[in-house]
């Protein structure tokens, strides 16, 4: 029995010296690990389909939803001026490239349009706290089955009311897979992310989208800078110009 | 100057033509014309979220009169349906079609640029 006792002590204390203790659980744990869908690469959007109700507005929202449509029009559009879409639109958004990224702890999103970004971190990989309100917001996915479920708050609110506004108390639950699609006769992935917005300050009702894109390996994920305009329109009232060094000679004369 | 003016419904969209519902909705112009402009690239700026571009052309009574394209498909847009920048550069002639702005007609959106050899690309409308 001491023996026996002093033996396990031993070999407790050799497999802490040389880690093994740690490794061993952790391979067993990797090796019996679910394998789950690989979201990463480059993608296009290809449609959104969303509920043919049209959504229903508190009668505070909709006081500020008729004030605002006296107000502007939709060529007030603060993406002319860069400003982010934003979660959730940008599951539907702009027709530019979407490049996806996906590790164990976390899964980044990078949209050409607006050069927007995005972190979903894993629920089961410590996320960390939300620091500030933001345009996309915090998201925390975990798995069910194939489908990843995130779910997003601290957002911004975004007070554009004919563009799916939303409050800072909105919340986003999104449920995201991968399917597979013929497009002409080549099978095609494609991923469907089923969006369910709710904010009771705006909806009386979730509203539910789905956006869908298409994957596009033969694409690029290109730069997307969207303040030049501005920059111009601060330098004209200036009265500033800056110099053309494209049209400066080179060395050679 | 070669001017026509179309009424077309702008209805079915080129591929990788901007969306009904991209960005704004265009309201200000008058997107129904078509009007066409034979002439030589003066400014370019490819950009986004919209690029920009004027054009000097010639009148047949042989003045120049600069065509102003305040705004048309992001860079990002033309770029990916093919468009080699370099055959817009500055002093490149082409041929551009243009939506005048409703309260400014000498304002256009550029919805279509044609090069010489004869390759199109729409940004919005037909």
Known sequence: MLKSATTAALTAALLALCGCDRAAPEAATAAAAPQHPDFSGLYFPAGRQQDPQLPKYTPAAAAAAAEYEKAFTLDDDPGRYCQWPGMPRAIWGAPFTVEIQQQPQDITIYWEGYGMYRKIYMADHSPPVPLLPSAMGHSVAHWEGDTLVVETTNLKQYPYMTRQATSSDAHVVERIRLEERDVDGVKTRFIVNEVVLTDAKIYTTPIKITGTLRHRPDLQLLEYTCTDALWDEYLNERGLTLPDLDALPDSQG | ?126
């Open chain 2, 1 to 126: 100057m070669k001017k026509r003016l179309n009424v077309l419904l702008v209805a079915a969209l080129a591929a990788f033509a901007l969306p009904a519902a991209a960005h704004h909705s265009f309201a200000i112009y008058d997107m129904a014309q078509n009007i066409e402009f034979d002439g030589v690239v003066e400014t370019l700026k490819m950009r986004n979220p919209h690029m920009s571009m004027t054009l000097t052309v010639t009148t047949p009574d042989g003045t120049k009169k600069t065509i102003n394209f305040v705004e048309g498909a992001p860079a990002n847009m033309i770029v990916r349906m093919g468009l080699n920048p370099a055959d817009v550069a500055v002093g490149k002639p082409i041929k551009a079609i243009g939506a005048p702005r409703k309260d400014d007609p000498n304002a256009y959106f550029l919805k279509a640029i044609i090069l010489p050899d004869g390759r199109r690309y729409q940004s919005v409308g037909n």
